[in-house]
């Protein structure tokens, strides 16, 4: 499951990209709710994207502020488990204060 959802720019503008790249149960249950990212997560959680979708690390934060550049790994997802796994077997530990989050963004 997703663990945060990030949309910039209208959902209106965005939301034919989406329904594009998704399967089609999740294009028929986006139709039926509202645009809000809490209704919206679950659904995305669970959708099947075509073409898969790249997968990022996000950099870290650095102590000036700066930040470290994101690294994209060599395949991408066509679902969020798939994501989770794909980062999860690149960083199987990771250091004391961070914590794996995914999130689909745009």
Do not use: K, N, Y
């Not at 709710?33 to 995305?44: E, N, T």
Request: some cysteine.
């Amino acid at each position: 499951m997703l663990d945060a959802l990030h949309l910039t720019g209208s959902w209106s503008v965005l939301r034919p990209r989406v329904l594009e790249q998704v399967d089609r149960l999740t294009r028929q249950r986006l139709g039926e709710v509202d645009a809000s990212a809490d209704v919206l997560r679950p659904i995305l959680s669970t959708a099947c994207f075509s073409p898969p979708l790249p997968v990022l690390i996000a950099g870290s934060a650095l102590p000036d502020g700066d930040f470290l550049p994101d690294t994209e790994l060599p395949q991408s997802a066509d679902h969020a488990a798939v994501a989770r796994t794909m980062v999860e077997t690149a960083l199987p530990s990771l250091p004391v204060g961070f914590r794996l989050e995914l999130v689909l963004s745009r």
